[in-house]
C-alpha cells in the first residue's frame, strides 16, 4: 500500500499527529494565548513534515536544500505573525483591564 | 533496529509534549511545556540531517516564541484554570479525528524518492557564489521569497509598535547586569562566526541574527541600549537596511550586467555572486536582530528613558 | 515593467518608514507612477501576449516564476487605481479623522503584497505572498485603536490558520511531485488520494480567508472596524487575493472529475452566502457592517460563477467572475467611501445616522446609490455586465431553472438593502444635523469609483472578450 520505510512512516504519522492536536488546540482554546500555541504547533507539525519530505531518499548526503530553504522562510513568517499576536493579545488585555478576568468566549 | 526505537521515543515525547501543552491547566505549564517541545523539536530535525533547520528551531521555535510567550504572559493577570464541559470537547474532536484519518490516508501515498529540484539545486550550485546549497537557494535561486520573508518581519515589527500598550518600568538585578555587559562579546562574536559560516555550513543570516538579538534582549531588560529604539533614526535606517539592501543590491546587479545578457530583476553577477550574497546577508543580520530585539522587548517606558538619562552619568 | 509594479511600492514603503513627514506625498507619487506602469502594461500584453519571468535567471522549476497575462495586468491595474483614490481620500480626510502615520507605508506594502500575489505562479512564494497580504490587513485594521484590536485578533489568528492549511497543502504536492511551479505541477498532475486532499486542505484555507460562506464570521466585525479608508481597501481588494489562488488551484491544477466533485460545493456555498448574507446585510443596525455583509454576499457571485465554471466549463461563466471582481471591487470602494465620509460627518455609526443624508451630503448619497445600482445589477453597469455574463451561461446551458430564481431572489436581496439605506437617506423630515461642514472633495472622491463601475460597461465588448480568453 506504501513505499515508505518504517522510519519515515513514524516520522509521516508524528508530524500529522502534532497537526491534529493543534487543530484541537486551536478549535478548543479557551484561552487566546493557548491558541497562538496551537498555531504554532500546528505550524511545526507541518515544518516536521517538510522536514522528513527534505530527508526522504537520502542518498548522497544532503537534504533537499529547496525545502530547506522553504522551511527557514516558513520558520521566520511565522515567529513573525506569532510576535504581532502577541501584541495585539498584549493591548487587548491593557485595553480593559479591570473587567478582565478568565477569558471566556462562548464556544468555538 | 536501536535507531528506529530511538526514532520512536523521540517522536512519542513530541506527541505527548505538543499534547501537553495544549491541555495543561495553567497557562504558564503550556508555555514551559511548548518550550520543551521546540527544542525536541530541534533534536528531531537535527536527527533528520538537517542542522540548519535544528539551529533555527532551537532560536526560533524554542528561544524566541517562548521569549515572547513569557513577555505576553508577564504582562497579564493571572488566569484561573477554565473548565471546558464534555460536548465542549467532544465534537471538535471528532472532527479532528476526522481530518487527521484523512491527511494520513493521503500522507500513505507519498513517493519514497527525493524531489527532481534536488539534482537541479546540486548542478547549478557552482553557478549561484557560495557553496551551501540552503544559502545558495535562500539567497540566490529564491531569493524573491526571501525578500518578501525580510519585508514580512519588518510588517510584524510595524504592527506590533503600531498597537504596543505602554511599557512598565522594571528594576535590574545587579548580578545579571554585570553578567550580561560579560556575555555581549561573546554573542556578538558567535554571531558573526554563525554569518561567516553560513557561505559553507549551516549557519546564516537568521540564526547570527536570533543570537544576536538574544543578546540584545539580555541587555535590554537589563535596562542597557537604551538607543535602541524605533524611535531613534539610525535605528530606524537600520531596521530597514535589511531590505533596503537587497534592493539596492539588486538595482546594483541589474546595472552591472552586461549587455549581451538580458537584466534579470534580482540575477547576482555570477562572478560578483559571493560577494553580492555576504552583503545581503550581512544587512539582513543586522535588521533581523534589531528587529527581534524590538519584537521581544518592545519600545523602553518613557519615564525609565528620562530615569536612564539623568542617572546613567552618575552611575559611571 | 513588471519589476518596477514590485519594486516601486516597497522602496515607497521603506522611504516612508525613514522620512514618516512625507509619506502621504510618497504614497500619491508612487501610486500614480504605478497606475501608468500597469496602464502601459496591460496595453502591452493585450498587444504582444502574456509575458513570464523566472526571477534571477535559474532555470524554470528552481526559478521563482511570474507571469503576466491579462487578467493579472487588469487586476494590477485595478489595484494601483484603487491605492491611488484611497491614498488621495486619506490625503484628504487624514487630519480630520486622526488617521496613524502608519496607513502610509502599510498601504504601500498592501500594494506590493498583492501585486505580487497577482503576478506570482509560484506555490510557496503565493504562501509568502498570503502571509504578506494577511499581516498589511491585519496591522490596517487595528489602526482603528481600542475598539479593533479583538476584531483584528481574531482575523489575525483565522488568517494565520488558513495560511497554515495552504501550506500543508503545499508541503504535500511538492512531497508528491516535487515542483512548485504551478505550470509544471499541471502536466504532472494525477486524480488521487494525496492530490485530493491537498486541494481540500488548501481550498478550506484560501475560503477562510477569503472570507467564502460559511467560512466569513471575521469579516463584518473587521471590515466594519477599520477606518473608511482601510475598510475599502480590504473589501474591494484584500479578499480577491485568496479567491484569485483558489481560481487558480482549480482551473490550473485539478482534473477535470475533482473539479466537476468539488463545483456543487462552490455554488451551493455561493448561494447560500448571496442569500444568508443578503439577510444578514438587511438586518444589522450598524452602516458600515452592513456594507460589509454586502461583502460577503456579493463573494457569493463569485464563488457561484467559479462553481458553474468548474461544472459546465463555459467561458462565458469565467467573464462573469471576474467581471463581478472587478465590479464589485469598484462599487465597493465607492460604498465604504461614501459610508464613511457621511458616519464621520453625521457623527454615528448606525444606520439611523443617515436619517436625512440625501439633503446635508448629497454627492456621497448619490455616490453610494450609484455604486448600489451595481451591486443590485441594474443596467448598464459593471455589475449588470457580470450578472448578464452569468444569465447567458446559464441559457446556454439550458434547463437551469432554479439557478435563475436563486439569482433573481438574491438580485431583490441587495436591491431591498440598497433602499433600505436610499429611503432613510430621502427621510428628509428631521435630518441628523452634521457635526461641521461636509467637505466636497472626499465626496468626489467617493463617487469616481462609482461612476467608474458604470463606465464598465463602455468598454463591455472588450472587457468581456479579454476575460473569456484569459480567465485563467
Known sequence: ?108 | MSLLLFDATLCLLLLVLALASILSRQLVHGVILYIAFGLMMALAWARLATPDLALAEAAIGAGLTGALCFSALARQQLHLPVVLSWPQRLWPAVFVLLMLGGVLAALLQLPPTASPLVDVAQAELINSGVSHPVTAVLLNFRSWDTLLELVVLLLALLGALQVAPAAKATTSWPLSLSWSRLLAPMVILLAGYLLWAGASQPGGAFQAGALLAAGAVVLRLNHQLNWLRWSNFWIRLLIVSGVSAFVLAALLAMLLTTDNTDVIWLRWPPQLAGGFILLVELFATLAIALTLTLLVVGEPAAAEQAQQNSGGEAHD | MMVLLLVLPLVGALLMLLWPKIAPLLTLLTATICSLAALQLLLQVSEQGSQQILLAGWPSGLAISLEANSLSCLLILLTTVLQLLVALYAFATYRRDKLGTGFWPLSSLLQLGLTSLWLSRDLFNLYVCLELLGLVAVALVSLSGDKAIKPALNYLLLSLFGSLCYLLGVAMLYGAYGVLDISALALQWQTNILSTAALLLMTLGLMLKAALWPLHGWLPAAHGAAPAPVSALLSALVVKGPLFILCLLWLQLASAPQAVAIAPLFTGCGLAALLLGGVSALRTPFAKNMVAYSTVAQLGYAMLALGLLLRFNQPLFAAALWLFVLAHALAKAACFLAIGEITATLGGKRLNTLKGASQTMPLAMFAFAVAGGSLIGLPPSGGFLAKWALLQGLWLQGDQLLWLLAIVLATLLSAAYVFRVVVLAFDRADPVAPDFAPRILPQWLALLPALAVWAMALYSEPLLRLLKQEGL
Do not use: C, H, W
Open chain 1, 1 to 108: 500500500m506504501t513505499d515508505l520505510s518504517p522510519q519515515l512512516l513514524l516520522y509521516i504519522g508524528t508530524a500529522a499527529g502534532l497537526f491534529a492536536i493543534g487543530l484541537y488546540g486551536f478549535i478548543v482554546g479557551p484561552q487566546t494565548l493557548r491558541r497562538i500555541l496551537a498555531l504554532n504547533i500546528i505550524g511545526a507539525g507541518i515544518f516536521m513534515l517538510m522536514v522528513v519530505l527534505a530527508y526522504r531518499g537520502l542518498a548522497d548526503g544532503a537534504a533537499d536544500p529547496v525545502l530547506q530553504a522553504l522551511i527557514l522562510t516558513g520558520l521566520v513568517v511565522a515567529v513573525s505573525a506569532t510576535a504581532f499576536a502577541l501584541a495585539l493579545l498584549a493591548r487587548l488585555k491593557q485595553a480593559r483591564p479591570g473587567q478582565y478576568r478568565p477569558e471566556q468566549e462562548p464556544g468555538p
